[in-house]
């Protein structure tokens, strides 16, 4: 696609449950990132992907947070048993392999209830 | 650790007048160097960003930034400011070693004034 693509937009979960969010980066690109946006808050980094190498997934908050992706296209990102602290917005990210400059999609918003 | 500060969380500034968001970065080397901006329910757009090179870099919507490789900055500059300016505003820098992960300072939130 032309862009990186996250879905769903919006998202209103209850505290306990598991979600999932997606992202599909922009075609070509190797390297993929998540990112965490909480309210009046800059960006933290979760995990990062890059071809086949192992992740880096420093900065993953708890073992509640997974993230998986197939080969060199779609990634999801679990929340299990949701906290009301989980609530952000997800953005996710894609680059060129080597490159440093990402490109962001419109983020996904988590609400937790 | 590396970190990205910007001391200013909020900004205003009245329409047709200049405007400096400031950051300053704390890494071991130069890192690359960006500018994002953040409307409100909008994702994250480049304005610009350093590599190397000229210190001075051009970016979309007028703006541009000065690296200051004494100081450890990278500030954003637009001499004169639109309604449509008002955003957020994040640097971020990628370390040049290992992982391109981006470290974001917390953003500073620019208001407006008609």
């Known amino acids: 696609g032309a862009g990186v693509s996250q879905s769903p937009s919006n998202k209103v979960t209850e505290k306990g449950k598991d979600v999932e969010l997606r992202c599909d980066p922009i075609?070509?690109?190797?390297?993929l990132y998540w990112y965490r946006q909480r309210l009046g808050q800059g960006l933290e980094f979760l995990i990062y992907?890059?071809?086949?190498?192992?992740?880096?997934k420093s900065g993953l908050p708890s073992d509640r947070f997974s993230a998986e992706r197939t080969g060199e296209s779609v990634s999801t990102l679990t929340i299990q048993r949701t906290q009301q602290e989980d609530s952000a917005v997800y953005l996710c990210?894609?680059?060129?392999?080597?490159?440093?400059?990402?490109?962001f999609g419109q983020g996904t918003r988590l609400t937790v209830v | 650790a590396q970190s990205v500060t910007q001391p200013d969380i909020h900004i205003t500034v009245s329409e047709g007048a200049s405007l400096e968001l400031r950051c300053n970065y704390s890494?071991?080397?130069?890192?690359?160097l960006f500018w994002y901006v953040q409307s409100p329910g909008q994702g994250l757009q480049l304005l610009l960003k350093?590599?190397?090179?000229?210190?001075l870099v051009q970016g979309i919507k007028g703006f541009e930034a000065e690296f200051k490789r004494s100081q450890s900055s990278f500030n954003l500059r637009k001499p004169s400011v639109h309604w449509s300016d008002a955003a957020e505003y994040f640097c971020?820098?990628?370390?040049?070693?290992?992982?391109?992960?981006?470290?974001f300072g917390t953003g500073t939130r620019l208001k407006v004034l008609a």
């Open positions: 890494y071991g080397a130069t890192p690359y």
């Open positions: 992907f890059q071809g086949n190498s192992a992740p880096d």
């Open positions: 075609s070509g690109h190797t390297a």
């Open positions: 350093y590599f190397s090179g000229d210190t």
């Open positions: 990210a894609s680059s060129l392999a080597g490159r440093a400059e990402a490109f």
């Open positions: 971020a820098v990628v370390l040049t070693s290992g992982t391109y992960k981006y470290i």
